[in-house]
C-alpha cells in the first residue's frame, strides 16, 4: 500500500520525520486550540481596529498645514 | 564552542532583562503617577524610541538559543507553552497600544489602550517573574 495515501499525515519531513516524532508530550491539543483561538481572535480584532484608522485616515484626507514647501515638488518633477 | 554561546545568551537575556524591564516599569509606574490626561503621554514618549528595539534583545536570545540549544528551546517552550503564549500576547497588546494611543482622541479609545498597555504589563512582569523564579 502507498504510505502517503492511507497516512497522509504521516510525514512531519518525508522521509526524514514522523509526525509521531514532532509531538510534544508537554503540550496537549486543548492548549493548541487555545493559543490558536487565541491568535485568530486577537489578529482579527488588531485588523479590525488598523481598518477603521486607515480608512479614518483616509476619510479625513491630507493635513493641509503639514505640507512639503513647492520647491520640493518641483525637485521631485524634475527628477 | 558551548562555552561561547551559553555566554551569548546569558548576555542577551541579560540585557533584555535591563533594557525592557525599564519599558514595563515604565508600563507599571503610570498606575500611580499619571495623574492628568498629559502625563499617560510623556511615560510613552519616554520609552517611544526605544522600546520595540530593547524588544529585538529578546527575539535575539530565542532565536540564539533555538540554533545553539535546541534541546534547551524544545523543553523550554514546551513545558512553558502556555505562559509563554500569554507574555507573547501582552507584548502584541503593548506594541499596539503605544503605536495605537494617540491616533484618536475620545473617551473611550485612548483608556482602553491605556488599559491594556498599563494595567497588563504588569502582568507580563509577573510572569517572566515566575518563569525565571
New interface residues.
Given amino acids: 500500500m502507498d504510505d502517503r495515501r492511507t497516512r497522509p499525515a504521516a510525514w512531519l519531513i518525508y522521509g526524514l520525520m514522523r509526525t509521531a516524532r514532532g509531538v510534544?508530550?508537554?503540550?496537549d491539543a486543548g492548549?493548541a486550540w487555545?493559543?490558536l483561538i487565541?491568535?485568530t481572535g486577537?489578529y482579527a480584532v488588531?485588523a479590525i481596529?488598523w481598518l477603521f484608522?486607515v480608512y479614518?485616515?483616509s476619510a479625513l484626507g491630507p493635513d493641509p498645514a503639514n505640507q512639503p514647501p513647492d520647491k520640493e515638488f518641483a525637485a521631485i518633477a524634475a527628477d | 564552542m558551548g562555552t561561547i554561546w551559553f555566554c551569548l545568551v546569558a548576555l542577551m537575556i541579560t540585557v533584555y532583562v535591563i533594557l525592557d524591564g525599564f519599558d514595563l516599569g515604565a508600563g507599571a509606574i503610570h498606575l500611580f503617577v499619571a495623574k492628568t490626561d498629559e502625563e499617560p503621554r510623556q511615560i510613552l514618549a519616554s520609552i517611544g524610541p526605544v522600546w520595540d528595539g530593547n524588544e529585538v534583545w529578546l527575539l535575539a536570545a530565542g532565536g540564539t538559543l533555538y540554533f545553539a540549544f535546541p534541546a534547551l528551546y524544545a523543553s523550554g517552550f514546551s513545558g512553558f507553552y502556555l505562559p509563554l503564549m500569554i507574555v507573547l500576547w501582552l507584548l502584541i497588546l503593548r506594541g499596539t497600544s503605544i503605536e495605537f494611543r494617540n491616533h484618536l482622541h475620545s473617551a473611550v479609545w485612548e483608556p482602553v489602550w491605556d488599559f491594556s498597555l498599563l494595567r497588563l504589563q504588569p502582568t507580563a512582569s509577573r510572569v517572566f517573574r515566575r518563569g525565571s523564579g
Fill in positions: 510534544s508530550p508537554r503540550v492548549n487555545f493559543t487565541g491568535f486577537l488588531l481596529v484608522l479614518r485616515e
